[in-house]
């Protein structure tokens, strides 16, 4: 089931975030303010009762005509099961609805396959290599998405 998250989702999705990004994780400040605002931040959970949330997926209007894409996770242990591709269809179908949008982009870690394979496959497309993006020297690839 995939929802908007809300405030009482806050704690989890920063648990989820510090678990997975450790120093590049964003703040629970952030996270906050990405909540309250106009962002499209989406949840992915396994079961109503337990609210389980297993992954999440952040993206904000940066400009009139483009979404980008700050934030997409899967935990771990349910990688590889299909999730990811559900929420990206989710957010995309969402995206859609926005017909003034003609672009989506993304950052993402030059090392992250998993990643870089789950985005071409909905049509994102590398556009330039970004030396020492993040923390530690490591490079990004910047990708885009022509809707």
Not at 25 to 49: D, G, P
Not at 116 to 135: H, S, T, V
Request: proline share 0%.
């Amino acid at each position: 089931m995939i929802k908007k998250v809300t405030l009482s989702d806050l704690n989890k999705i920063y648990k989820i975030e510090k678990r997975i990004f450790k120093s590049d994780s964003f703040s629970r400040k952030l996270l906050q303010n990405l909540i309250n605002s106009n962002s499209l931040f989406l949840k992915i959970v396994v079961s109503k009762k337990a609210e389980d949330i297993i992954g999440y997926v952040i993206l904000i209007k940066d400009d009139d005509h483009r979404f980008n894409l700050i934030n997409f996770i899967i935990r771990k242990k349910y990688q590889n099961k299909g999730y990811g591709s559900l929420l990206m269809q989710k957010t995309l179908n969402i995206v859609n609805n926005h017909t003034e949008i003609n672009k989506i982009i993304l950052n993402v870690k030059t090392t992250n396959l998993k990643a870089i394979k789950l985005y071409k496959k909905f049509g994102f497309e590398i556009i330039e290599r970004i030396e020492d993006y993040y923390r530690h020297n490591e490079s990004a690839y910047l990708m885009e998405l022509k809707i």
